[in-house]
């Protein structure tokens, strides 16, 4: 079994975005016919994506997430090593940074 899919919901859409950008995450803005401007980026088989909440969709609540991100993508200027951040819906996020040559280990 593998994940395919991770979606989450906020109100603060652009904040959660520039967030995961700055981790490494390649984040797109993308919209499928009427739907929502949302951000998208696929991370091997994995879809990653941050919609803006709404009355149907509520924001997504406590959460952790852990990604491992080579060194040359992380944009926060963050050293190698694990770190535990917290994005702006409060979500915990494990970063883990590793040269690049280590990334599938």
Same mark, same amino acid.
């Given at each position: 079994?593998?994940?395919?899919?991770?979606? &989450?919901?906020?109100?603060?859409? @652009? #904040?959660?975005?520039?967030?995961?950008?700055? &981790?490494?995450?390649?984040?797109?803005?993308?919209?499928?016919?009427?739907?929502?401007?949302?951000?998208?980026?696929? &991370?091997?088989?994995?879809?990653?994506?941050?919609?803006?909440?709404?009355? @149907?969709?509520?924001?997504?609540?406590?959460? @952790?997430?852990?990604?491992?991100?080579?060194?040359?993508?992380?944009? @926060?200027? &963050?050293?190698?090593?694990?770190?535990?951040?917290?994005?702006?819906?409060?979500?915990?996020? #494990?970063? #883990?940074?590793?040269?690049?040559?280590?990334?599938? #280990?």
């Amino acid at each position: 079994m593998h994940t395919s899919l991770i979606v &989450l919901y906020t109100g603060h859409l @652009r #904040e959660c975005a520039d967030f995961y950008i700055g &981790l490494g995450l390649p984040l797109q803005l993308e919209q499928h016919g009427n739907g929502p401007e949302h951000y998208a980026a696929e &991370l091997g088989g994995t879809v990653f994506e941050v919609y803006p909440a709404s009355d @149907r969709r509520p924001p997504t609540g406590s959460l @952790r997430l852990g990604f491992r991100v080579p060194a040359h993508a992380v944009v @926060r200027g &963050l050293p190698t090593g694990r770190h535990l951040l917290t994005d702006p819906d409060g979500r915990m996020v #494990e970063l #883990e940074i590793i040269k690049e040559t280590n990334i599938n #280990e």
